[in-house]
């Protein structure tokens, strides 16, 4: 895994754990897209992701193309994992937000649990947040094994071979 702390000097114990568990099961999620194993699949995909703390944010946590920012406090499972989401979102040039759009997938119905904020502000128009926590729920199995849930599992099934392939030939 190719994990960067930007100030290596605030991030507890529990923090950095949390970081680190949150890569093993994204990389466990993409391996059977790719031939490799023990963490390559993670590092093929994403290259060095940096983590960095603001507590100017004005959310939780957010990505962007040179890394993810939290504040401090906010390092949750899966919220680390839905901004993981995000940053391989940004990687693709936001191809699969545009197909979820395109394929009028709502990942509102199917989950296991609450979430975090698109599914309280229920009637935003946001495909990068929708796709960010489809991306969440599909890696850590909190798709429900239901009609709804199902779908969504087939569209990441149908739609992770590619994008997986693609952001392994952009550059880290
Ligand atoms: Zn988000």
Same mark, same amino acid.
């Given at each position: ?87 391989? $979102? ?55 094994? $239901? ?26």
């Amino acid at each position: 895994m190719s994990i960067i702390y930007d100030q290596p000097e605030i991030w507890n114990v529990a923090d950095t754990a949390t970081i680190w568990m949150a890569s093993e099961i994204v990389d466990v999620a993409l391996e059977p897209y790719t031939d490799l194993r023990g963490g390559g699949a993670f590092s093929a995909v994403f290259g060095s992701v940096r983590f960095r703390f603001n507590n100017g944010l004005k959310t939780w946590a957010h990505a962007n193309s040179s890394g993810i920012i939290f504040l401090r406090g906010y390092v949750i499972l899966p919220l680390v994992i839905h901004e993981l989401g995000h940053r391989f $979102n940004i990687k693709l040039k936001l191809r699969p937000q545009k197909q979820l759009w395109k394929d009028k997938i709502d990942p509102r119905k199917g989950s296991l649990w609450g979430g975090f904020h698109t599914r309280t502000m229920a009637d935003g128009n946001e495909p990068d947040e929708w796709f960010a926590n489809l991306f969440a729920d599909w890696a850590m199995q909190m798709l429900a094994r $239901n009609a709804e849930g199902d779908k969504l599992r087939a569209w990441m099934d149908e739609h992770m071979p590619a994008w997986v392939a693609a952001a392994m030939e952009v550059a880290a």
